[in-house]
T-cell receptor
Framework: GAGVSQSPSNKVTEKGKDVELRCDPI?????LYWYRQSLGQGLEFLIY????????KSGLPSDRFSAERTGGSVSTLTIQRTQQEDSAVYLC??????????????FGPGTRLTVL | AQTVTQSQPEMSVQEAETVTLSCTYD???????LFWYKQPPSRQMILVIR??????QNATENRFSVNFQKAAKSFSLKISDSQLGDTAMYFC?????????????FGKGTSLLVTP
């Protein structure tokens, strides 16, 4: 595709429900990243994929958060038993995965999650 | 851990004027990359400019330039001939150059308003 796409654009859920957020990276990009943007914490790294494996999950805030990537393409971020503090914009980015200085991370428009 | 500090939460500049956004960072690494990203109200993060730490020459991209002071760990962004479309949040970001992590560490951001 032309850019990174994310769905849904907005998600409102009730506390305690599970949610799935989807990211479609740019075709051919092997690296994929999830970030969370909230008012209090700014932009935080959550997890990074190289292909289908996740070498770095250090930013996942709790075991309620998980992510997977299939076929080296689409990724899903799942939040179980959502809490109000999970309310944020979840951003996905992808890059070629060369990790050279020019390996730019391209971001999607994000999913705004609101937990009531 | 690397920290990125943007000390100006909000700034305002008149159209056609020049504005400088500040960024400092803390790291013990010698090889790393620095970035400025722009986030307009559409939420799409867009790369403005990048700088490799091993390069002494300051990066420039059209109206955007940086003042990279490695010893001072400072990385400011200068926007010349400001345009209304430059109104956005600007984030300074740090990325390690080693193989052990490719996540971006972001500052809290500076909200820039360009006025007519």
């Amino acid at each position: 595709g032309a850019g990174v796409s994310q769905s849904p654009s907005n998600k409102v859920t009730e506390k305690g429900k599970d949610v799935e957020l989807r990211c479609d990276p740019i075709s051919g990009h092997t690296a994929l990243y999830w970030y969370r943007q909230s008012l209090g914490q700014g932009l935080e790294f959550l997890i990074y994929f190289q292909g289908n494996s996740a070498p770095d999950k250090s930013g996942l805030p709790s075991d309620r958060f998980s992510a997977e990537r299939t076929g080296g393409s689409v990724s899903t971020l799942t939040i179980q038993r959502t809490q109000q503090e999970d309310s944020a914009v979840y951003l996905c980015a992808s890059s070629l995965g060369t990790f050279a200085s020019t390996d730019t991370q391209y971001f999607g428009p994000g999913t705004r999650l609101t937990v009531l | 851990a690397q920290t990125v500090t943007q000390s100006q939460p909000e700034m305002s500049v008149q159209e056609a004027e020049t504005v400088t956004l500040s960024c400092t960072y803390d790291t013990s690494e010698n090889n790393y990359y620095l970035f400025w990203y722009k986030q307009p109200p559409s939420r799409q993060m867009i790369l403005v400019i990048r700088q490799e730490a091993y390069k002494q020459q300051n990066a420039t991209e059209n109206r955007f330039s940086v003042n990279f002071q490695k010893a001072a760990k400072s990385f400011s962004l200068k926007i010349s001939d400001s345009q209304l479309g430059d109104t956005a949040m600007y984030f300074c970001a740090f990325r390690r150059g080693s193989n052990s992590g490719y996540a971006l560490n972001f500052g809290k951001g500076t909200s820039l308003l360009v006025t007519p």
